[in-house]
C-alpha cells in the first residue's frame, strides 16, 4: 500500500481508567508530527459518534489543555459498549468516507478491539481503504498478548491503597470484612489486594478469583480459622467469582447483560451482601461487613502509578507510529523483558490475537488452596503499582504492674 | 483541687478516621512536656482495655514511630463501640486506681463523649479522682458546640475527589448512578460531594440529606427531570436518609443495632441496590448503578485534608493543656471565627454539651427542594477540604462538513 494520505480518526471504548486520556493525548500529539495526516477527529461515544456524525477537531485543542486533561480520569471523548453489526459497518465506513478517515484508533479492551477488528475484516470485505489500529486498556489486565495492561497498575494501585486503609480500619474495629473487587474473568484486580500485606497479621487474609470454582464451604471454613486466628478476617472477593459449574455467583441475583453478551457485575453491591449474610448466618460472627469498591477503582482522580501513566502514554504514541510507517493494522502489546529490573518493550500484534477471547490469571500467581496469591504475583505487580504508603503502627509494649 | 500527679491514660472509641492518631500522637507529646503526668497509657480498643487490664506504655514509643502513626488511618490503639453500665464504671474504676490514672482522654464522637461523661459522673459518685477529657473525631461533623470536627475535613475530601472520579466516569458512560455517603443523622459528608461540581453540567446533580424527609415520588420526578436535561443523572445520597416518619429506608432492609442502639447503615449495599431498583423500574431507565462508598471514606492513605491533620493535632495538644492546668473536664471544641480567611479557635466545651445527642445540617445549608446545597454550604465546606485536583477537559470543536 501506498502511503496513504488523510485525516486520523480516534475514539474510546468500554470502560474508562485513570491513564485512558494518556494514551488519547499522545496519539494526538503524534498524529500532529505526521504529514500524511491532515486533520486529528475525535469520535464521540465511539463508534457511536462515527454513526451519529458526531465527530471533534482535535488539532485545535491547545497543548496546555491536553496535558491537563492526560491527568483526567475517565474517557474525554465519551466512551460507549457496543459491537457493530454488519449494516452498522457500512453505515461507519460511509461516514468515515465523508470525512476521509483514513487512519483509525480505538483504545479499549477485548471487546474494543474485536470491534477494530470487525471493522477491519469489513473494511477489505467492502474495499474501504484505511489503516485500523487498537490501543490497549483494561484495568481488568485480561487482554491476550501483553505482559500488562495500561489502567491496570493505577487501579491495583487504587485497590492496594484501599486495602492498607481497610485493613487497619477493620483492625481497630475487628469483625469480618468482604470487599467485592472489579474483574469480570480476570483476578488481577483483586489479586492486588495482597499488596496491602506488610506485617504478619495484615489483611487482606483471604482473596478469591474468578478463576477458580468459588465453593461456599470452603469459602466459610477458610474465614472460620482466620477469625479464630486473629479475631477479624478482612477477605477480597473479585465480583466475578463463579461456581464449580462457571456460573458467576452474581448472575444468581441480576440478569442485566450488555451487547457483548456480558452480566452485569459492577454497580451493585448484591455479592458482597450476600456473602455478608452467609458469614453471619453460618458462623455466628455478628460484626460482618461488606464493601464494594465499585467505579472508584477505575476514577478516582490522583491515585495513579507513575508507569503506568506512562506506558498509557507510550502505547497511544506508538501507535500512530506504526499507523503511520509499513504497518496496516494492529494492536499494541506490552511485554516484559525477563530479569531483575522493570523493564519493558512494545510489539504490534494482529487484532484477532487480542479481541474477544481474554486471559485470566495462570496458575503459578494463584495459591494451592486458592484463597491467596504466591510470591511470583507480588513480584510480577509490585512494579506496576509504585511505592505504597508507609504505616505507622505502635510497638505496644504491655503495662504490668 | 491541687495539682493531681499520676499517670495520664488515652484511648480512642468509636469509627476511626484517617487523622485521628494525629490527637493521639500530640496528646502523647504534649503530656511528656508536664511533670504531674507520670507514665502514659494507652487503653487497647477504647474502654475496653481498662476493663480487660489491656494497656501499653506510650512514653516508651520512638519519636519516629509516632510520627508515621500520626500519618497513618485508622484507631492505632484499636477502637469499640461500648457504652459503660455501672457495674464497668466501678470496675473501670478499680483498674484505674491500680494503674494510678489521673488524667484520662478518650478520642471519638458524640457516643465517646457520652462515654466519658458517664465515667466522670460516676467517678464524682464514687469519689475517683481524675480529670476526664473528650477529643473530638468524627467523619460525620455532628458534634453539638463545634464548627466542624476533627477527620471530617479529610473524609469530606475522599467524597468530593471520589465523586469529581464518578462524575467523569459517568460522563464518558451516562446513565444513572447513585452514590451512598456515610453520615447517620448528618449530611454534612454527603454534602461535601457538591464540592465536585465544576462545570454546568458536572454531577453531583442530585443530592439527598438524612435531615430531610425522603420521598420517593419527589425523588424519581428529580431523576427523571435531570435525565432528560443532561442525558445522565449522578445523585449522592446519605446512607440515613429517612421517610417522613423518620424512619432510615435502609432500616426496613438491617436489624442490626449496636449497643448505642444505633442500627447498621454502613457495609452493606442494600440502600444503593434498592434505589437502583426503583429507578430502574419506575423511569426505564436500562443503565442505573449504584455504589456505596463504605469504609474507604474513613480510612483511604493519603487522601486527607491539611487542614484537618493540623486540627486533629492540635485538639490532641489542647487537651492535656486543659487538664494539666486548671480544668476538671471537658471536650475540645472548635469555634470559627466570622469573617472572610478561615480562622478557627478552640474552647473546652461541658462534656454534658457534646455528648449523646448530635446536630445535623443547619436549613441555611439545604436548598428549597431538599435536593442540593445552598452558596453558604460550600463556602463552609470548602477551607476544610483543601484544594481539590484540576479536572481537564476537551473543547470538543464540532466538526462539520
Redesign the interface.
Known sequence: MAKLKGNMLIA?SG??T?VI?QSLVSAIIEGKKHKEIT?I??S?FGIKGILDGN????K???IS?????????????????KKPQDEECEMIFKNMQ??NIRYFFYIGGNDSAETAYILNENAKRVGYEFKCFHIPKTIDNDLKENDHTPGYGSAARFVA??M??????N????GV?IDIIMGRHAGFLTAASSLAKIYEDDGPHLIYFPEKPFVIERFLKDVDEVYKKYGRCLIAVSEGISDEKGEPIVSKFTK?VDSYGNVQL?????L??LL?DIVKRELKI?R?????????Q??????YSEVDAKEAYKVGELAVKYATGKYESGSVAIKRERGKKYNVYYELVPLEKVAKETRGMPDEFINENANWVTEKFIEYAKPLVGKL???????????S?
Open positions: 474510546q470502560g474508562p485513570v486520556n486533520n477527529y475525535g464521540l465527530l471533534v477537531d482535535l485545535k485543542e491547545k489543555d491536553l496535558k491537563k486533561v492526560a491527568q483526567t480520569p475517565g474517557a474525554a471523548l465519551g466512551s460507549v459498549r465523508k470525512y491503597m484501599a492498607i486503609g481497610d485493613n487497619l480500619d483492625k481497630s474495629l475487628p470484612k442485566e459492577s454497580g451493585t453491591g448484591a458482597g451482601d455478608a455478628s460482618v461487613r461488606a464493601d464494594t469498591f465499585g467505579y472508584l477505575r476514577s478516582f482522580p490522583e491515585i504508603p508507609e504505616i505507622g503502627v505502635l510497638k505496644k509494649y504491655k503495662v504492674l
